[in-house]
């Protein structure tokens, strides 16, 4: 672990569409070419929101197993949303210790990519928590609002128009968002469990994380790990595969972890993964200089090349999704 911090930057401008933009953009992009992980302030999304969320999603969490379990993940089918329990996930192969309920777009289900029978689209399962439906939609909507900024600056940090993504992949981006409780519980005699979630890197575009105050997200930068420790008020944001896949390893999907919870409090986490479009094709820049394309597979966590793939960005997210959830695949893909 090394003492190095990752940068964080007050996206104001950004998010006002001021001037002050393209400043703001050069630090996105020298975030992005060093780490693939920033802090964001400035962002807008109002903090009672933030809380409410938080409160809630702790009420969630508390209540007995067998009450989360009546909005299991089974019973969401195709869509990929519910409840799943602690060691119900498995990243780099193993169980992660943490429980989570999938979220994601809400679409009802005469929606034409629902009655296409479209994976990972449809109706959330929302638990009968009072409050917690609307403050799930008011969240979704103000931090999808803010990852469409932050691809403007995203945009103009690669020399590109603002309107690139959105124009190409993210008019209507795939929303995938999920609340996690890493609970403080120790892990049971002869579980193989080693992280609250394993190294990774993420599938799509750009994660926008809010964390609680208690910590344990690791960075695995050029240099070594680095901690993200909390920083209040702030989003954690990185950047995903497709990301990678389209600067030519320009801006790097960086893997990280989280570590097991012992803190003696459960910790929460929310990220929200802002995404290309189910149907989009995925292509790289033209153009950009210093963009190598490096086969970088050996050193990747999935020993895959991300350089190598084309297709619909939906086919590589079932392709991943299905490995961390096995049992799923079989019932509903
Ligand atoms: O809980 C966290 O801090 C990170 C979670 C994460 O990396 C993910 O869900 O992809
Ligand atoms: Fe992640």
Same mark, same amino acid.
């Given at each position: 672990?090394? $003492? *190095?911090?990752?940068?964080?930057? $007050?996206?104001?401008?950004?998010?006002?569409?001021?001037?002050?933009?393209?400043?703001?953009?050069?630090?996105? #992009? *020298?975030?992005?070419?060093?780490?693939?992980?920033?802090?964001?302030?400035?962002?807008?999304?109002?903090?009672?929101?933030?809380?409410?969320?938080?409160?809630?999603?702790?009420?969630?969490?508390?209540?007995?197993?067998?009450?989360?379990?009546?909005?299991?993940?089974?019973?969401?089918?195709?869509?990929?949303?519910?409840?799943?329990?602690?060691?119900?996930?498995?990243?780099?192969?193993?169980?992660?210790?943490?429980?989570?309920?999938?979220? #994601?777009?809400?679409?009802?289900?005469?929606?034409?990519?629902?009655?296409?029978?479209?994976?990972?689209? =449809?109706? %959330?399962?929302?638990?009968?928590?009072? =409050?917690?439906?609307?403050?799930?939609?008011?969240?979704?909507?103000?931090?999808?609002?803010?990852?469409?900024?932050?691809?403007?600056?995203?945009?103009?940090?690669?020399?590109?128009?603002?309107?690139?993504?959105?124009?190409?992949?993210?008019?209507? &981006?795939?929303?995938?968002?999920?609340?996690?409780?890493?609970?403080?519980?120790?892990?049971?005699?002869?579980?193989?469990?080693?992280? #609250?979630?394993?190294?990774?890197?993420?599938?799509?575009?750009?994660?926008?994380?809010?964390?609680?105050?208690?910590?344990?997200?690791?960075?695995?930068?050029?240099?070594?790990?680095?901690?993200?420790?909390?920083? @209040?008020?702030?989003?954690?944001?990185?950047?995903?595969?497709?990301?990678?896949?389209?600067?030519? =390893?320009?801006?790097?999907?960086? &893997?990280?972890?989280?570590?097991?919870?012992?803190?003696?409090?459960?910790?929460?986490?929310?990220?929200?993964?802002? $995404?290309?479009?189910?149907?989009?094709?995925?292509?790289?820049?033209? =153009?950009?200089?210093? @963009?190598?394309?490096? $086969?970088?597979?050996?050193?990747?966590?999935?020993?895959? %090349?991300?350089?190598?793939?084309?297709?619909?960005?939906?086919?590589?997210?079932?392709?991943?999704?299905?490995?961390?959830?096995?049992?799923?695949?079989?019932?509903?893909?």
């Amino acid at each position: 672990m090394t $003492d *190095a911090a990752l940068p964080l930057i $007050d996206v104001s401008a950004l998010v006002a569409g001021t001037g002050g933009r393209d400043a703001v953009a050069a630090q996105i #992009g *020298a975030a992005c070419r060093a780490h693939g992980f920033f802090y964001v302030t400035g962002h807008g999304v109002d903090p009672a929101l933030v809380k409410r969320l938080e409160e809630l999603s702790h009420r969630f969490f508390e209540l007995p197993e067998e009450t989360k379990m009546r909005w299991r993940m089974a019973l969401g089918g195709r869509a990929w949303r519910g409840y799943f329990p602690l060691g119900g996930e498995l990243t780099s192969g193993r169980p992660d210790w943490k429980e989570g309920l999938y979220l #994601g777009t809400e679409l009802p289900a005469t929606h034409p990519l629902v009655q296409a029978k479209t994976p990972v689209h =449809g109706p %959330n399962l929302f638990p009968e928590v009072p =409050g917690f439906r609307e403050t799930i939609l008011d969240y979704m909507a103000a931090v999808t609002q803010l990852g469409h900024r932050l691809m403007e600056g995203i945009a103009l940090s690669l020399g590109l128009e603002a309107g690139y993504f959105a124009k190409r992949y993210t008019a209507d &981006p795939l929303i995938l968002f999920r609340l996690f409780n890493y609970p403080s519980q120790p892990v049971p005699e002869g579980l193989d469990v080693q992280w #609250g979630v394993g190294e990774h890197t993420d599938y799509g575009l750009l994660t926008i994380l809010h964390q609680d105050h208690i910590g344990g997200l690791a960075v695995h930068t050029p240099g070594g790990w680095i901690d993200a420790p909390p920083v @209040a008020g702030s989003f954690v944001c990185n950047i995903g595969d497709m990301l990678d896949r389209m600067t030519g =390893g320009l801006y790097k999907s960086t &893997p990280h972890r989280v570590k097991r919870n012992t803190s003696g409090h459960d910790r929460l986490s929310f990220p929200l993964f802002f $995404d290309p479009n189910f149907e989009a094709r995925v292509q790289r820049i033209e =153009g950009l200089a210093g @963009a190598e394309a490096r $086969d970088d597979s050996a050193e990747r966590w999935d020993r895959a %090349n991300v350089h190598a793939f084309s297709g619909r960005y939906g086919d590589y997210l079932l392709a991943k999704v299905s490995k961390v959830f096995p049992q799923l695949r079989d019932e509903v893909l």
